[in-house]
């Protein structure tokens, strides 16, 4: 008996000393930032004690189906991240409410339910057109300018004439297969830009009109032009094959004028060390001017109310109110904080960019979030696809979008 005793001991003793089960999970879905967030987390552990395993999903990996896996495990996530109504709605019964805690006096972005606070802000990110500041001054044409369809149709052709003159494989880095994982490019960020641009934040009015399976047929119209005028001037390949590395790789090696994503891609865009000045340019998409970019909170990290949430919220606290906190979201991790406290600003060029933007009021909002559950990767980007492969036309790729939204309704 003593023996066994001993023998159950010593398992308990290995068990805590390998810290088999982990004192918090986290469930991301930035890819970008995972190796920051895991040093944060022994920073975290280290002040501490308690241990922070971080989990991804994202990039060319499906969060949700890394989430969902992870919430079957028997081992559910302390914190995870929601994106908007559809991820909060799916996980509503398990969300805690963060009503009182620390971080809360220092954000107006955060997640409400009614009076509870349910969304901890991840970062504000924005995204338009990231542009090569070289490129275009060597083509003569100023991002200034470009503010509408016509002035990005003339200056996409000059530069497709420049090609071989000005080192580029391609106009517009850009995104759209399904079997790389990155329709969240098309059927979400993209879709984003005929949701909000030219609108006043909060404005929801053409994803109400989705929501009931309707479109405003010239705004769409023109809209459909535009994405096939991104991928006439974007590389095939590219299109369908390339991943969110080498998108990237092809913009910060000079061999593309235009890169459409986010400032969510500064860490990996730094570690390429560009050597030309970058910035925003507005997903001017209308005949009409309209200059802004998409600026919002991307997403929220949520509490398990079942799970270790008294840690969790503690990590949350310390994340946007330490010294440590405010150096991972701005130096290790190139966010933009959602947090009035932290003082530190970015210098990074597309998150510079973005608070650019933000500070002159130069902002639409993201509602794409709002879509069904799956809508956009899945039913929306497939058709994109079809287009950037060539299968179909722009009136056809219009004719699907519209069938395909007209089918939320049904």
Known sequence: ?????????????????????????????????????????????????????????????????????????????????????????????????????????????????????????????????????????????????????????????????????????????????????????????????????????NDTTYIDQVLAGKVDAERFHQYCQYVALLFKYSDPDMLINGTQDSQLAAFANGKAAFYHQGNWMDPSLVQLNPSFEIAYAPHAFLHEDTDGILVNPPSWYVVNENGNKDEAIAFLNFLATSEEGADYMVNKAAMVPAFTNVTLAPTTPLSKSVMEWNAAGKTYDWQQYKLPDGFGMGTLGAIYELLASGAIDVDTFEAMMIDAIASIAK
């Open 1 to 201: 008996m003593k023996k066994l005793v001993a023998l159950l001991l010593a398992a308990m003793m290995v068990l805590a000393a390998t810290g088999a089960l982990a004192d918090i999970v986290i469930c991301q879905n930035k890819v970008e930032i995972t190796a920051a967030l895991e040093e944060f987390a022994k920073v975290y552990e280290a002040k501490t004690g308690v241990p922070v395993k971080v989990i991804t999903g994202g990039g060319s990996s499906d969060y949700n189906t890394v989430l969902k896996a992870e919430m079957q495990s028997g081992r559910e996530p302390d914190i995870w991240v929601i994106e908007g109504p559809t991820g909060y709605e799916l996980w509503a019964d398990k969300i805690a409410d963060q009503a009182g805690a620390e971080w809360t006096k220092y954000t107006a972005a955060a997640y409400m339910d009614g009076d509870k606070v349910v969304g901890f802000p991840v970062a504000v990110e924005g995204y338009g057109l990231a542009y090569n500041a070289d490129i275009l001054a060597k083509a003569g044409i100023d991002p200034a300018t470009l503010t509408n369809y016509d002035a990005y149709a003339a200056a996409f052709e000059k530069l497709d004439s420049m090609k071989a003159e000005l080192g580029l494989d391609m106009v517009v880095s850009m995104v759209a297969g399904t079997t790389t994982g990155m329709t969240w490019v098309t059927g979400l960020h993209n879709f984003n830009v005929y949701l909000t641009v030219g609108n006043k934040r």
